[in-house]
């Protein structure tokens, strides 16, 4: 799991991936403004969180204080927004100009992955070269990393249809049903417990005890039943098989990223 890196990590790498094409931009005398990081969100700690385990709650002390994070998340964390929306405002001549400079004639170095998805990204102008720079050649990088992002589409595309994984889950729908929370899968709940949030006649402050009043009974009903630990177990089954299925394009992707941190800590260091 280490060859993800962790999420501070992938902010110094797009951070000077950044950097780099701003320079480049000004070299086609526009601007390109360095957009500040959106505020993690819950399992970004690693880059890399879809591959983790985050379909099952069992926590039922965090669960009686949090819920599921979303008081949090519905606080006001935004996303920030993108400075360059500028080029909008621009003439029509000069935004053609700008996305030329940006991303060259339109080819892309792109990659399409069985059981994952087809995966590209621009392989002319200020990006192309950027990554260029940053990661070395595109072809290679685009292959490995549409990997690394992608692995959790068959992962959880496995886990979703394990008979042991959905035999496990009636005996929690019948706890949760007695606790007057007719819900068939997990999702449901966090589902309902996350739309409480969208009833403008709530306040925050009213609607997340119903919050935590689901996450509780769901974490309670999930150890009573067994059914988390048999979907950590399988989650964890089908993680080392698709582990053992992509180790060579996952053991390349750590090389290429740990040799771009190399990079991207000296451009950042060089530009303070």
């Not at 390109?32 to 890399?48: A, C, D, Q």
């Not at 606080?75 to 000069?94: C, E, F, I």
């Amino acid at each position: 799991m280490d060859a993800y890196g962790s999420y501070a990590e992938y902010e110094i790498l797009t951070k000077a991936l950044q950097v780099k094409i701003a320079r480049c931009m000004a070299m086609h005398n526009f601007t390109y403004h360095i957009s500040k990081t959106s505020p993690k969100r819950r399992g970004e700690e690693h880059w890399g969180g879809q591959f983790q385990m985050d379909l099952t709650n069992d926590d039922v002390e965090k669960s009686k204080r949090e819920g599921y994070g979303l008081y949090q998340e519905a606080a006001g964390q935004t996303t920030p927004k993108d400075p360059n929306t500028y080029v909008n405002s621009l003439p029509p001549s000069r935004q053609q100009a700008w996305n030329r400079a940006m991303v060259g004639d339109g080819h892309r170095a792109e990659a399409t992955l069985p059981g994952i998805t087809k995966v590209g990204i621009p392989a002319g102008g200020c990006i192309g070269e950027a990554y260029n720079q940053l990661y070395g050649d595109l072809q290679t990088y685009i292959r490995v990393s549409g990997v690394m992002n992608g692995l959790g589409i068959p992962l959880k595309g496995r886990w979703g249809k394990d008979p042991q994984v959905l035999a496990a889950s009636e005996p929690w729908r019948q706890c949760m049903k007695s606790k007057g929370l007719p819900f068939k899968e997990w999702k449901d709940a966090v589902e309902a417990a996350a739309k409480i949030y969208e009833d403008n006649k709530l306040s925050r402050q009213q609607a997340h005890p119903e919050e935590i009043r689901i996450a509780t009974a769901d974490a309670e009903c999930s150890v009573q039943t067994g059914k988390s630990t048999v979907e950590r177990a399988r989650f964890t089954y089908y993680q080392q098989q698709l582990l053992k299925e992509w180790e060579p394009q996952i053991g390349q992707y750590k090389q290429i990223r740990e040799a771009a941190l190399v990079k991207a800590r000296a451009e950042l260091s060089s530009n303070q």
